[in-house]
Every structure is written in structure tokens, then in C-alpha cells.
């Protein structure tokens, strides 16, 4: 097992490599991480600049073609094998015929947890993203917003200690994204965990992250990594502050000096 001082996410000189019918893509190059236990980081660019290939790579879902990487001091293949991780997508993705308790259940049910186990972390798991009460429904019954906090309901419920979130509001409107990333930060404070999070919004990055990961388009390598300022406790009006204009201001620079590349 890791020593409890080695990082959680330790990528170095990682590269990934496509090779596809028009010739080879480099999807990631020269990528340098580190990712330490309790830090919300973002990744940030423009589509196509590896943000969401990274993330795979750490959970196994893509192998590296060059470079290093360990997650919790092990490879992601053992990473995956040991249950490090929970994953957030895009979409949902909760089968719509069973009920949201049983779809939050569904890992459970594959690691073999007992009935009264899974009903234990089911009920934490449903306060946790402030659905109790809602175990019932099926998710055509609830709202976007809500099948979301249940997908990272069923991302929580074998407690991992990293979260793994893959633009996971970006199809929301803006009052219930916001609404949820405020509720995010709150479970973040809550539950200790590391998280790495995809994102195309640099309002998002900044209000999140302990630090944001500014990434260029392909070949996919990181430009700038920022170490936010901000306390721990933000208010969503904490926008609006010099200190958050600031990032804000530093990760649009970061961005456009990525683009500057592509020729």
C-alpha cells in the first residue's frame, strides 16, 4: 500500500500517443502532475488539449504510450484493481430501470457488500449529495441536476479517497451549476477526498480547485499550473472579488498562450 505521505495522482514526462487511419495523434505530451492528498484540481483548455484523455489514463481507461504514472503510489491498472476511484461522466449514465438507490448500489453489488452494508452506504451516500428521500425515484423522475448528485452519489458510495469528474455540469444551465458547485465544495469539505475535475468554464475552474491545471490543444500538454489563493470557505459571491478576477485573469492568459502554439 502507498506510504501516507506519496501523492495521490504522480504523473511524470507522460505521454499518449493515438495511432489512428490518418497517421499517429498526440493526444498527450511531456505531461508533469503532481496531485496531493485533499486537493481539488482542475483541468482546464480548450477540447481536444487532453483534458479528459488525462483523466482516463489515471483511472486505466487509456494506457500511456510513454512516461509514468501512479496513482496512490501503485499503478493505475492495480489503482483500478484496488477500487482507488470513483468516476463521474458527462452524462449520468444511471440505468433508467432501476430505482436510484439500487443504481447508487450497483458497485456495492459487484464488491460483494452485504444488503445491510449497501443500505448503509446508500443512506450516507443520498445525505451526502442531499437527495434523502429520493432513493425511490427512478431517474427519468428527477431533475438534470439530481441524476447528477446521483451519479457522483454511486462515485462516493464505496468511499474511495479520489474522484474523478469529467465535465459533470457542463450540460446544466447556469442557476443549477452553480447551485451545484456550491454543493460540491461542501461535500469536498466534508468528506476529505481528492478530486480532479474537467471543466471548459474558468469561472468553474477558479470558484473549485485548490489548483488549476491550464492545458493547451494537441499535442496536449500542460501550460500553466496555478495554485489558487482563495480560503477553503467561498461563497458563490466571492466571484466577484479582486483575488478571484485575478486567477480568473491569470487562467485566460494561460489559455491563450496555449493557443498561440497551434499553427
Not at 190 to 210: D, N, Q
Amino acid at each position: 500500500m502507498k506510504h501516507p505521505s506519496s501523492p495521490v495522482v504522480s504523473a511524470t514526462k507522460l505521454g499518449l500517443t493515438f495511432e489512428t487511419s490518418d497517421g499517429p495523434v498526440n493526444a498527450l505530451t511531456g505531461v508533469d502532475l503532481t496531485v496531493e492528498k485533499g486537493d481539488f484540481v482542475s483541468f482546464i483548455g480548450p477540447s481536444g488539449c487532453g483534458k479528459t484523455t488525462f483523466l482516463r489514463v489515471i483511472a486505466d481507461l487509456e494506457k500511456p504510450t510513454s512516461g509514468t504514472i501512479t496513482v496512490n503510489g501503485m499503478s493505475p491498472e492495480d489503482a483500478r484493481r484496488h477500487r482507488a476511484y470513483g468516476y463521474v461522466f458527462q452524462a449520468a449514465a444511471l440505468y433508467p430501470w432501476r430505482t436510484i438507490e439500487k443504481n447508487i448500489a450497483l458497485p456495492l453489488e459487484i464488491m460483494g457488500h452485504s444488503r445491510e452494508q449497501q443500505k448503509e452506504r446508500i443512506e450516507r451516500t443520498l445525505d451526502l449529495v442531499n437527495l434523502t428521500g429520493f432513493g425511490k425515484k427512478y431517474p427519468w423522475q428527477l431533475s438534470g441536476g439530481m441524476q447528477q448528485r446521483a451519479s457522483i452519489a454511486r462515485a462516493l458510495a464505496f468511499d474511495a479517497d479520489l474522484l474523478l469528474m469529467d465535465e459533470p455540469f457542463g450540460a446544466l444551465d447556469e442557476i443549477v451549476r452553480d447551485h451545484l458547485n456550491e454543493q460540491l465544495l461542501k461535500l469536498w469539505a466534508r468528506t476529505s477526498k481528492t478530486i480532479c475535475f474537467v471543466t471548459h468554464s474558468i469561472p468553474e475552474a477558479v470558484y473549485l480547485s485548490t489548483k488549476i491545471v491550464v492545458m493547451s490543444p494537441r499535442p496536449g500538454r500542460v501550460t500553466d499550473v496555478i495554485e489558487s489563493p482563495l480560503p477553503k470557505d467561498r461563497p458563490l459571491d466571492i466571484r466577484e472579488t479582486p483575488e478571484f478576477l485575478e486567477v480568473a485573469h491569470r487562467v485566460r492568459e494561460g489559455l491563450r498562450a496555449g493557443h498561440s502554439y497551434e499553427e
